[in-house]
Each structure stands twice: as C-alpha cells, then as structure tokens.
C-alpha cells in the first residue's frame, strides 16, 4: 500500500521566540554529537530538534535536491544543485569541496539542467573555434553538444571536440575551413552558448553534420574515433571483375564484400554504413582492383 505523504510544509516552532528554540551544543558543546543521556533535556532543545526535523524534510520536499555547500562531505558520484540552478554530479575522484558552478568541469560534471554563457563571441572558420570568455567553465567535455543562439548566421546545434581554455572551444573540428551545414561563419557578435545535452546522452546526428573526408582517408589505415561520441562511416567502392572489401572495428572484421576469382559481372559499386564506438579504431581494405568512390562521415 502507497504511504500518504503528509504535508511537509509545517515547519515546527516556525513562529516560536528564539528563546524557546535553543541549539542544545550552545549550552554543551558536542552535546549534537553524543546524544540525550539520563537527563531530563528542555523543551527548547526538542523545539530546535523538532524544527531541524521537519524544516529539513519541507527543504528537500521543495527544492528535490540540495544546494551545493561547504559543510557536506561529497563522495564519488554524488548529486547537488549549483547556485544556477544546475544539477552537477561528482566524477570518480573529484573533490567536492571544489564550487561546481566555478569547477570549470574538472571535478563536477553536469547531470541535469541546461548551463549557459553569453557574451561577445568570435567565429572562426578556418579552425572551427569560438571565443567566449567563460565557454570553457560551463561543465563542458569532449563530445557535449552546445546550442547557439543570438547570431546571424552561426544558430546551430555544434559538437564539442577540443577545450582549449575557458575562453576557447573547437566544434566540428574536421568541418574547419570548410562549407558544410557544421562550419562556423566568420562572425563577431553577442551570442549565447547554451550546454544542450551531454555527450553520453547526445544521440547520433545530433550536432553533427556528414562531412566529405574523402581526400584525407586512405584504405589500409586504422582511424580513431576521438570525437566524444559515436561514429557514423559511409562508404562506396567501386569493385571491377573481382577481389573482396574488407570492414574493420578495433581489428576485428565486421563486413565484407566478396566477388570471386572467375566470375563475369559488371563494375559494381559496394556501399556501407559503419557506426565505430567511441575511443575505437576503423580500417578499411580492399584490394588492388578496387576504387573509392566515396567516403563520408558524420560529425
């Protein structure tokens, strides 16, 4: 059976004097600590008892989770709300004591909440990258995805792949320079850049744009995914009388396109759809008598 949940908005001795609501370690430092003995306590320590109790119970009903503050001993993968309003949850190892709003993402990183900056910011094509003072502090990592607004022509949704500094961050990077729906457009302007979604929970094409990487990839080469998120290849061979393509993810073979020695069949194109995880390799061989057509990625 459901337990009623009672009304949690009465706070005891609400409207008491603070005479008759008394810390029981102002009159026994430590008495907090070591508890009722055989004694008979005053009723203003069970008022400040009663108080502590239920004003608790109404702040935590209210706001769903605390505030981050300097008493509260922080332990690995801890939840608490930022003074903006930010859910943060601690990495493995972080130091609490550290204010998330201000971590700039070393020790905390965003849970929930969406975190913004704004300000004058720079767009650079050539390199992909923006400038904005406090970019860098607002609980990004490698793979979050940002929304910008406020701009011209630069409204988009991007994918964080380099930090540099509080003040400089590369989206897209290997659309740099280029004309893609993810290159920036060289513009100077008070702008907004708003953390979206975080990389683990950012699904594929969100913020990322296919991207023609057909001059800058060879066959017979492992490629690391180091984007922050998963990777989408798309390929088409152009495979003549015979020979075999071969697909590979972190050296393990995953497709294959064969025609046997012998066979009489027309040039023919092979395509193919790869989705690499992140942090893996991909390789592609073919043989001598084969010829990319096209490669594609979505970044």
């Known amino acids: 059976m459901a337990i009623a949940k009672p009304n949690l908005t009465r706070i005891w001795a609400a409207d008491a004097a603070g005479s008759d609501v008394v810390d029981p370690d102002v009159q026994t430092p430590g008495k907090f600590s070591l508890g009722w003995g055989a004694e008979k306590p005053p009723y203003q ?15 935590f009903d209210e706001q769903g989770i605390g505030f981050w503050n300097t008493d509260t001993d922080y332990q690995d993968l801890s939840l608490t709300k930022g003074s903006n309003g930010v859910v943060y949850l601690l990495k493995t190892s972080g130091d609490g004591t550290q204010n998330p709003v201000s971590d700039g993402g070393t020790n905390w990183t965003v849970a929930a909440g969406k975190q913004s900056v704004t300000g004058s910011t720079v767009f650079t094509n050539s390199t992909n990258n923006i ?59 008070s702008a907004t850049v708003t953390l ?33 998120r998963s990777l989408v290849v798309y390929t088409t061979f152009d495979e003549e009388l015979s020979g075999t393509i071969r697909y590979f993810i972190d050296n393990q073979l995953v497709g294959m396109n064969d025609i046997a020695t012998g066979q009489i069949v027309p040039k023919t194109a092979f395509t193919n759809t790869l989705v690499v995880p992140l942090g893996s390799t991909y390789r592609i061989e073919i043989d001598a008598n084969q010829s990319k057509r096209q490669w594609s990625e979505l970044r």
């Open 45 to 59: 320590f069970f008022n400040f008892m009663q108080k502590l109790f239920t004003q608790g119970l109404g702040y």
């Open 131 to 189: 400038a904005l003072t406090g970019i860098g502090s607002i609980g990004l990592e490698i793979g979050d995805v940002v929304q910008v607004t406020g701009t011209a022509s630069n409204n988009k949704l991007f994918t964080v792949e380099v930090i540099t500094d509080s003040g400089n961050v590369i989206v897209n990077q290997v659309h740099a320079g280029g004309t893609s729906r993810k290159s920036l457009v060289d513009e100077t302007v």
């Open 196 to 228: 979206l979604s975080k990389w683990f929970n950012a699904s594929n094409s969100l913020g990322q744009g296919w991207v023609n990487v057909f001059s800058v990839r060879s066959t017979d080469v492992n490629y690391t995914n180091s984007t922050g």
